[in-house]
Every structure is written in structure tokens, then in C-alpha cells.
């Protein structure tokens, strides 16, 4: 088994397996000068939102929380925070001021205090030149296993997921726990029904408790709406590809988790801890909003396993794609890396998980996913927990 | 001839693999076990869809990967489809609380 892969270590202990600029907006009136900066310097990535002001202490708090945990991430050499004018409790000074702390470079360029939308492009186009040339002289170092997190994740299920692709994700992923690695799960709404396995899983019974409870707080706040979760969850195209009931999309879903103990349980994008093994998050079911936070945690790479097919991908996470299902990979091969359709052929699972692993090793080596060779970022949300004020 | 899984020997319900007509016969690969079960269709069923391994009487607890996935909301015969149309959630029904 290979125990090592090609990465850019941090001064935080973390290594990247990407050395980007990261323009980071911290509310969505900056925007746009984020995206032209994006479109004018190359090696740097937009990561742009709907938030960052009116909202809720907890929700505004929660949004903090991601986007410094972004700033943070390994994969981002160098961060350029810019912001409108002055938020409340989530300036791009104060985002800055927690990045620097991981060692970093980190500039902040403010639209009005830099003299308008057009100056304060100009002002982050010189920064994105300036920071790129002063780390793209860094080289890959060769990096145990042990300092990989790895993310996984699902979407767009379908029957073939939690027969085929979902338990190839669980291969490898007790694989990187085996040699040392962590791996981060998610997906509150896909663990309903799962409680026994949460139950039998957990290194101590604090944590399955933490996990139950997110559990419990989640279906609590679906029953607050008064509505069945059918017409929800499963989705529509959950349904037509033949997951009946979120039980059965939730049980599925589990079998990304492979077999290894869960050694902790952490709220929507807060940091993990250094301990190897399983990490549990709580986030939706929602894709978007699910790999957002478990890339605020660190997660240098992820799989995305899909049973219809998906475009999702995180900017800053790089986002592997894989399905089950052959009619998928057909006709969505163009944003896939992975065909393990052939394990209903009779491809027994430690050969389909092996070039699962293959293909991830060689994409924390450098090899580009084809989202990133069409620069496509469309896995960017964060999730709520208030409203707007 | 047509190939299904039954993921855990604990199961009531099989998953085909590809598409299946009405009467077809359907090689099942229980979890397990060395010798297919063989189950004859009495329906249509789409690609990956499940269909009913054993007798299912309504309102009793519908299992795949040895756990409950939901129950019966009608009375479904062995070789049937297993759908949206008769099982249903026991979780977060809000519509019922």
C-alpha cells in the first residue's frame, strides 16, 4: 500500500495538495471584484457566497467559521480576503487576523477603502501577481499518509450507490485510516435510521450521543415545518433511481463510513481533531452546503460518489467524482473520474476501491479532476441556522 | 437470466440488477450464501429497482442491509416492485404529528 503522497507542508502542520491564491470574499457585495480577479490572475481561486452580513449572532458566527476555516485550508498557499465596506462581526479583517494565525500570507483589500470596485480590483490583481510569484517557487515535499483528511460525500443516489460506489469510498477509507490518515463523514439527514450502526461505531458512548443528538435536532426542526420530509428527501431523482425512503438513501449513504471506529463528532465546519480514524459532521443533506463544511475542517481531498451523475466539486477541496451506475457514467463522464459500474459485473470490491485510491493518490500528487482543467466551482454553500435580519 | 442481491440474509427485499419484465425468473445472490434463491417477477421493474424477496404484509417493517428501511403501506406479494407506491418512511413525518 502506498504511504505517502507529494504535498506543500504549512506552517500549521497541515499540507496542501494544491498551492493556490485564495480570494476570499467576505460578504457578497465583494463579489464580483473576487470573480474578475479570478478571471485576470491565474492559479488563484474565487470562493464567493450570498452572506456575510444581516445575519443572526449563531448564523453570522457559523458563516465566520467557514470562511476563516477556508482561508486556513492547506490547499490555499496564500489568501486575499476582500471585503464591501464594514460588516458586523465578520470584517475581512478580522477573517484575515484568524488566517494569519495558521502562518500564512494574508492580504485584505476593503472596495471602499481602496477607492472603489475598479481600484480595489486593481489593488487584489497586484496582490494575486505579487503572492503567487512569492509561492510558486515552493516544492512538493514528500508527505506520509498520516496527513491526508480525507473527505467523503454523496449526491444525486441512486440503489447503485450503496451497492457499488459508496463502499468503494468506505475501502479507501479505511485504508487512509490504516495508515494514520483521518477521514471526515457527514450528512446528518443520510444518517436517519443509522442509529444502531452510529451506536456500534462509536469510540465511546459521548460520541454517539453527540451524533444522536444531531440526529434528533435535525428531525426536530423538520417537524417544526409540519410537512412530511417526502417531497424532499429522497429527491426526485433520488426516487427515480430507485431509493424508496430516506432509511434506505441514509443506509446507503452509510456505507462511505467504511468499517473503522468514530473517533469524533463535530458541529457544521468546526475544526477536527488529530486523532486518526472517523470524524462525524453535522451538516444537510444538501451538497453543497455538506462539502463546504467538511473542507472548512481541512479536508484536503474528497470523493463524491453519485449514482445519476453530478458537476459538483469544491473550489478549494479537490473533488473527485465517481458512480456505479454505467448509464451514468455515459452521460455524465465529462465531470466524472471514476467508472465502478463493473463491480455488478463481478469486479470484487478491493479492486474497484484500489483504483478509487489510485486515482486520489494521483490527484494529491497533482493530477488535475476535470472540474478543476475546466475551472468549474460548483460546490461552494454555507449552511444556515438563522434567518436574515 | 436476470441477477439480483439480497445485501444481508436478514432482507425482505432484493435489488435487480438492470431492468426486468413481468415473469421473468431472476437469479438472487443472497449475502452469505453459496446457492441463488430464484424469484419470478409478477411486475415490471426498472433498472436497480428493488422488488419484494418474501411476502411482505402491510404495515410490516420493510428490511434491506438488515435494517429497516421503512414499512409496507399495502400488502406486497413476492416478485412485486418495492416503491414509493407501497412502502413508506417512518421518519420525520411531519404531516402526521
Known amino acids: 500500500m502506498t504511504d505517502h503522497f507529494f504535498g506543500y507542508p504549512r506552517p500549521d502542520g497541515q499540507v496542501g495538495i494544491r498551492n493556490h491564491v485564495l480570494l476570499l470574499s467576505g460578504t457578497l457585495y465583494a463579489n464580483s471584484t473576487c470573480e474578475r480577479v479570478a478571471h485576470t490572475v491565474q492559479n488563484t481561486i474565487p470562493i464567493v457566497h450570498p452572506l456575510g452580513r444581516c445575519q443572526i449572532a449563531p448564523d453570522l458566527a457559523q458563516t465566520f467559521r467557514t470562511l476563516v476555516g477556508h482561508g486556513r485550508h492547506p490547499n490555499a498557499g496564500a489568501v486575499i480576503v476582500i471585503d464591501h465596506f464594514k460588516e458586523q462581526g465578520c470584517t475581512a479583517d478580522e477573517i484575515a487576523h484568524e488566517i494569519a494565525a495558521a502562518g500564512k500570507p494574508v492580504e485584505v483589500v476593503n472596495i471602499r477603502r481602496d477607492g472603489g470596485a475598479i481600484s480595489a480590483t486593481a489593488k487584489a490583481t497586484r496582490l494575486a501577481v505579487d503572492l503567487n510569484r512569492q509561492i510558486n517557487t515552493q516544492k512538493r515535499e514528500r508527505s506520509p499518509l498520516s496527513k491526508l483528511v480525507f473527505g467523503v460525500n454523496c449526491g444525486t443516489s441512486d440503489v447503485t450507490s450503496g451497492l457499488a460506489s459508496n463502499r468503494c469510498v468506505g475501502w479507501v477509507a479505511d485504508r487512509v485510516i490504516e495508515a494514520g490518515g483521518r477521514v471526515i463523514a457527514a450528512e446528518t439527514t443520510e444518517m436517519f435510521g443509522g442509529e444502531e450502526l452510529i451506536k456500534a461505531r462509536a469510540k465511546t458512548p459521548e460520541i454517539a450521543d453527540k451524533i444522536l443528538a444531531f440526529i434528533a435536532a435535525m428531525e426536530k426542526s423538520i417537524l417544526a415545518c409540519g410537512v412530511d420530509l417526502r417531497g424532499s428527501q429522497p429527491t426526485g431523482d433520488n426516487i427515480e433511481g430507485g431509493l424508496s425512503t430516506i432509511e434506505e438513501k441514509a443506509l446507503g449513504a452509510m456505507k462511505k463510513w467504511g468499517t473503522k471506529p468514530i473517533v469524533g463528532a463535530v458541529g457544521y465546519a468546526e475544526p477536527i481533531g488529530e486523532e486518526s480514524g472517523l470524524w462525524v459532521m453535522d451538516s444537510p443533506g444538501h451538497g453543497g452546503e455538506s462539502i463546504t463544511g467538511i473542507a472548512a475542517a481541512g479536508a484536503q481531498v474528497m470523493s463524491f460518489s453519485t449514482g445519476g451523475g453530478h458537476t459538483i466539486n469544491h473550489p478549494l477541496m479537490i473533488t473527485m467524482r465517481l458512480t456505479g451506475n454505467r448509464q451514468s457514467w455515459a452521460a455524465m463522464e465529462e465531470t466524472m473520474e471514476v467508472d465502478v459500474s463493473d463491480m455488478f459485473q463481478g469486479t470484487p470490491l478491493e479492486v474497484a476501491g484500489r483504483r478509487l485510491l489510485d486515482e486520489i493518490l494521483a490527484i494529491c500528487n497533482g493530477r488535475m479532476t476535470k472540474a478543476e482543467a475546466l475551472r468549474e466551482w460548483n460546490g461552494f454553500a454555507i449552511n444556515r441556522c438563522g434567518p436574515s435580519v | ?97
Open chain 2, 1 to 97: 437470466m436476470l441477477q439480483a442481491l439480497v445485501i444481508d440474509p436478514q432482507d425482505n427485499v432484493a435489488n435487480l440488477v438492470g431492468a426486468g419484465a413481468r415473469g421473468a425468473a431472476v437469479a438472487c445472490r443472497v449475502e452469505g450464501q453459496v446457492e441463488p434463491v430464484y424469484v419470478e417477477l409478477c411486475g415490471d421493474i426498472p433498472a436497480n429497482h428493488k422488488f419484494a424477496f418474501t411476502d411482505i404484509k402491510a404495515g410490516l417493517p420493510v428490511v434491506k442491509y438488515g435494517l429497516v428501511i421503512g414499512r409496507a403501506s399495502a400488502d406486497i406479494p413476492r416478485g412485486a416492485h418495492v416503491h414509493v407506491h407501497n412502502i413508506e418512511s417512518n421518519r420525520c413525518r411531519g404531516d402526521r404529528t
